[in-house]
């Protein structure tokens, strides 16, 4: 009677204290103010779309995200770590039930003394009462983390599915610059063959026919670059898709897609919700509270709950005749450990402060990352609608100085100049249509995707 009136004193002292620690309430929006609009503002065409690659409206592409999303060695890693938080958790989870086992033995005996065969049953059961939460908060860290490792996987099909567009848009680009190329081979090498006709007639020089032959030098040049690069990006794909450059996939050849509308970017505080990066982080920060309370919680006395039950017999049917129940309520308590204990809280809080400070980065940075793709959205188009005024121009430019040339009021190497202007142009208006395709792209994933991306 002593000994259980001590211990309900103990539990009566130390009961108060179960209210000293309590995860912290925090506010996702809190440590960064996000209650505003972009600074910079670029009409909208269209709402943000869930699969936005669907726009291109191309059957190819969609077949590479598929493959992609199911063959990408990083996505499976991500899912190989999710299993183990995924397994994690239950283990964590199970600290919250009974543990309970049983065995059973017979003895048997031979020789000149025979006796009877001896048939024996144990059964044992241990509970530990989860008076501070300690359990609970461990196993509620080990599933938050789990949400983040899902989180993951969908922030990693968002750079996924971006790379692997950027890429399909190069190989598109490139095929279009080859083919102006090409073109524009066929063009000068027609020029210089009537450079030389002239020259026969006395109408041209032999500086014309030099200045011509090195603006066809000039873009044969360029044919091995762009060649390159179309069989580097097709190399970037397989990778993307996890597979290698032998195993091809068929991208035909068409035009490159126009650069996607700009979408409705909405407020900067949209990015919690749509940003699986964000959600992840968040995730993370709000599980090392739950860790803090755990190492917490396990400074404090254990209540354990035990209990064995045993039965013999000689016999299987006389083998509940004879049996023995111990139960035990015991308390530990922890009194001298080094500081080790303390250590763990101190490591785990500093964790914490650690990853709420990631928290805020990735949330600043994700803010960072749309006003500069609209920034940079913006600029690009105005640069290209300035090219193309700029082509306009050097056409006629072009005309005129060929009308001026077959007259006879002007050098050839008016002619040239005009001519090179144009083509460089040309072949400059076709890469920067391929960054403003990048550049959406790049808008796009910065705005998340959370809702498909799982």
Known sequence: MIKIKSYMALIILIFPLSGCMSVPVRDISKPV?????????IDAEIKASSKWWLL????????????????NPDINQIRARLKQAQALTKQRR?????NLTISASREEYRGDSILPSDFTLAGAAAY????????TSGANAAELLSEASAADIAAAKISLSAAIAQNWLEILSLIEQERLLQKQINVNHTVLELQEQRFEMGLSSA??????EERLAQSEAGLPDILSKQKIAANNISLLIGSTPYNEFKISEK?????????????????????????AAWLRLISSDWAVKEAWANRLPSFNLSANYTTSGAALNSLFNTWILNMVANIATPIFDGGSRKAEQVKRQALSDERYHAYRAVV??????????????LYQDQKLTALQKQFTASKKTLEQAQMSYNNGKSDYINVLNSLNNTQFL?????REELKQAHLRIELYRALGGKDWAK
């Not at 600043?364 to 959205?377: G, H, P």
């Open 128 to 135: 530990e009462l989860d008076f501070w939460n300690k359990n």
């Open 207 to 212: 500086l014309d026919i030099l200045q011509q």
């Open 426 to 430: 040309e072949q400059d208006i076709t």
């Open 94 to 98: 199970a600290a919250l039930l009974p």
């Open 33 to 41: 103010d996000l209650n505003h609009e972009y600074k910079t503002q």
């Open 255 to 279: 035009p490159l897609p126009q650069a996607l509308a700009i979408p409705n970017t909405g407020l900067a505080s949209d990015l919690l919700a749509n940003r699986p990066d964000i959600m």
């Open 56 to 71: 291109y409206n191309d059957f190819e592409l969609n077949a590479i995200m598929d493959q992609a999303f199911i063959h």
């Open 364 to 377: 600043l940075n994700a803010v960072i990352e749309v006003e500069n793709s609209l920034i940079s959205n």
